[in-house]
């Protein structure tokens, strides 16, 4: 049997106006529907929340971190528990990333060379070697539907050679992945890279899609360029890339860069930022990103978004949720990622069902009219922020 047999993309509508697309992607443990956004479940939990509230939130797939899991607990011990799917109680797909982004994003003390990377645990400081045979391997032992070959991710900015010499390393590593799959029953994404050059990016996703993967991922862009840099470099990748295969725009998911990003072809998208910002006190709503902390909602007895059928909007209030963020309860931050998960599930059906309509122009266009989105500059203070915090422990 090969992953043709168990993993099939069917493209069921294109928008004529833009290049949005609606399908389905079959898996083993189940169809779907895209577009999609993807839960990030770092540890095998989306954070503060259960498999069954998840599930109850409409989500189709979430996404696993294969360098934390392979540090704590071990892939060796979730294998031997059954895999991941059983070992977290989720039946539905799982996504596994290769690790790559976090082994160059979380360890100071790297050393890359053409084989791989060494790199020490942000945990105890010992030392580890990823190698694109070795990500595959322990991708296998979690036994995710959807494995992501190992790749480098260039930071940015960097110079032309630097980002070259990082592209045809992930090229190479891909052919390495492919070569070292064992698993009919994963399916093998390549990854496109190429930094802000759109000859590279060009040259890596024509590279990717001449190779026998199932679907092609985009990664090294929402790094810290400007957003319109993102969106150009994001349409130079998608012209290039088969239209029979899934596209996968690597840890995006800021509202109004998910719908640009339908927009120019994107099928399936994954990032943290909804449960993050839950946890932070900032929740969602079609006008753009509010902070529940503020005084201004101390007596509102409305809910975070009127019309919102997650369980917070439903039984919550601004004013209450507000106050057990306050008070530091944990149920505030579990309330406000429930709706920014929701919002966003949401979101990703209410596009599908205007590009099923031929209508996504028009609903583009009245989203992006009406949300607010946090400016540049703002988000790169915030990046910055957040990244003292985890410095500090």
């Known amino acids: 049997m090969s992953p043709t047999d168990l993993f099939q993309f069917n493209l069921t509508h294109r928008d004529p106006a833009t290049g949005a697309r609606a399908g389905f992607l079959s898996t083993p443990h189940g169809d779907i529907p895209t577009p999609v956004f993807m839960p990030v479940g770092t540890q095998a939990t989306v954070k503060t929340l259960s498999t069954h509230e998840v599930e109850a939130l409409g989500a189709a797939i979430i996404l696993s971190n294969t360098y934390h899991l392979y540090l704590r607990p071990g892939s060796d011990l979730i294998a031997d528990l ?3 799917h059983r070992f977290m109680n989720w039946q539905r797909p799982i996504l596994t990333d290769s690790g790559g982004f976090q082994v160059f994003s979380l360890s100071a003390t790297n050393t890359i060379d053409d084989e791989g ?19 595959m391997a322990i991708q296998e032992q979690l036994g995710a539907d ?3 070959a190992f790749d480098e991710c260039a930071p940015h900015p960097s110079t032309p050679e630097y980002t070259r010499a990082a592209m045809n390393r992930t090229h190479r590593w891909l052919e390495r992945c492919i070569a070292a799959k064992q698993r009919p029953d994963q399916a093998l994404f390549g990854i496109v890279q190429g930094g802000m050059y759109s000859d590279l990016r060009r040259e890596s996703a024509v590279f990717v899609a001449e190779q026998p993967v ?3 991922a985009i990664g090294g862009l929402g790094v810290g360029e400007p957003k319109p840099e993102m969106y150009e470099m994001l349409s130079i990748t998608t012209a290039e890339l088969p239209t029979n295969k899934p596209r996968y725009m690597m840890g995006i998911g800021s509202p109004e860069d998910l719908i640009e990003g339908i927009a120019r072809g994107v099928d399936m998208f994954d990032c943290v930022q909804p449960t993050r910002l839950g946890r932070h006190g900032a929740a969602w709503t079609p006008d753009g990103r509010i902070n529940l902390l503020n005084t201004r909602w101390a007596r509102d007895d409305q809910p975070i978004e009127v019309g919102c059928d997650c369980y917070a909007c439903v039984h919550h209030t601004r004013a209450y949720i507000r106050h057990l963020l306050r008070a530091e309860e944990a149920l505030g931050q579990r309330l406000a990622t429930i709706h920014n998960v929701r919002f966003l599930i949401r979101l990703m059906t209410s596009a599908r069902q205007a590009i099923m309509a031929d209508e996504y122009g028009a609903f583009r266009t009245q989203f992006l009219e009406r949300f607010q989105p ?7 203070a915030q990046r910055e922020a957040y990244g003292r915090r985890k410095e500090r422990g």
């Not at 990377?117 to 990500?135: K, N």
């Not at 946090?374 to 790169?380: F, G, N, S, T, Y």
């Open 146 to 148: 959807i494995v992501m």
């Open 82 to 84: 059954g895999g991941l």
């Open 117 to 135: 990377v060494t790199f020490r645990s942000h945990i105890d400081g010992s030392r580890h070697r990823f190698t694109p045979e070795r990500a």
């Open 374 to 380: 946090v400016p540049d500059a703002v988000r790169a």
């Open 214 to 216: 199932t679907g092609c």
